[in-house]
């Protein structure tokens, strides 16, 4: 995952950087102008979704508000097959639970270099902290028993005492939800993010940074002793969203930007 996270970053990066040229933004801007929108999250210990809400302060500074979803992984998580069936699916050999998070946050963004035209790219750097909940559903396996010389399959959580030949697949996502548990914490992220949109009222941006998930207790993710407490990770991650200008809401609607988009191509 992390060898993934590298590439997709040098890759993403430079794409934005090879579109730093551009028609020059003659429109007259709105000094106070906020902004929302939607991020897909690629952490080195999981995937998750962002959503933002920032606020303008002056004009190089703004406030944002923040709610992600994601998951938690183990750096030791590896997919298995039976090897004696065919179709089965695969499994995490040991994981005893899935883990999400669900967090939300206030924090701070800081242009550093302005956009001079449409089709350049405006840096900034940003940062963001609050509570975080990580959620634990149970797995449960379809472990292969012989009674009687009869196959029988029973869903059990893991035990060490079975072997990997032992477990058939894994047990449908919903089993174990009446025995989810909680763990609530704190998170703080921090960053860089790359705007590179070519319309005025809307936003294309990469983001590259890291992020702490911390907990009072270890969370119980695979039947190890090696589970933790604290989850560090890098992420990258693709923004896409609007700018609310508070004089003109109606500009931001997404039927209204996309009328917009087709008139100007269609003028000669």
């Known amino acids: 995952m992390k060898k993934l996270l590298i590439i997709v970053v040098v890759l993403l990066c430079g794409?934005?950087?090879?579109?730093?040229?551009?028609?020059?933004?003659?429109?007259?801007?709105?000094f106070f102008r906020n902004e929302k929108s939607l991020g897909l999250l690629l952490n080195s210990d999981g995937l998750g979704l962002s959503?933002?809400?920032?606020?303008?302060?002056?004009?190089?500074?703004?406030?944002?508000?923040?709610?992600?979803?994601?998951?938690?992984?183990?750096?030791?998580?590896?997919?298995?097959?039976?090897?004696?069936?065919t179709g089965t699916g695969s499994y995490v050999y040991?994981?005893?639970n899935s883990v999400f998070f669900l967090r939300g946050g206030i924090g701070h963004q800081h242009e550093i270099f302005k956009k001079q035209d449409l089709g350049g790219v405006a840096i900034r750097y940003f940062y963001s902290a609050?509570?975080?909940?990580?959620?634990?559903?149970?797995?449960?396996?379809?472990?292969?028993?012989i009674v009687g010389g009869d196959v029988i399959l029973k869903e059990e959580k893991f035990d060490i005492k079975d072997l990997p030949t032992d477990i058939y697949n894994r047990a449908s996502f919903t089993k174990g939800f009446s025995e989810i548990k909680v763990f609530p914490g704190l998170y703080a992220k921090g960053g860089f993010n790359f705007e590179y949109s070519r319309e005025d009222k809307v936003i294309h941006?990469?983001?590259?940074?890291?992020?702490?998930n911390a907990f009072p207790k270890k969370v119980?993710?695979?039947?190890?002793?090696?589970?933790?407490?604290?989850?560090?990770?890098?992420?990258?991650?693709?923004?896409?969203?609007v700018i609310v200008d508070p004089l003109h809401p109606e500009d931001t609607k997404f039927a209204n930007l996309f009328k917009k988009k087709k008139e100007a191509q269609s003028i000669p």
């Open 94 to 96: 040991g994981k005893l």
């Open 15 to 30: 794409g934005v950087w090879l579109r730093a040229q551009g028609d020059l933004n003659e429109q007259q801007k709105v």
């Open 51 to 85: 959503y933002r809400e920032g606020k303008r302060i002056n004009f190089l500074n703004k406030s944002i508000l923040e709610f992600d979803i994601g998951t938690l992984k183990h750096p030791k998580e590896y997919k298995m097959y039976n090897p004696y069936t």
């Open 220 to 241: 119980p993710i695979m039947y190890s002793s090696d589970n933790k407490a604290i989850f560090f990770s890098l992420f990258v991650s693709y923004r896409f969203g």
């Open 130 to 145: 609050g509570p975080v909940l990580a959620i634990a559903k149970p797995i449960y396996y379809r472990i292969i028993y």
């Open 205 to 212: 941006a990469i983001e590259i940074g890291a992020q702490i």
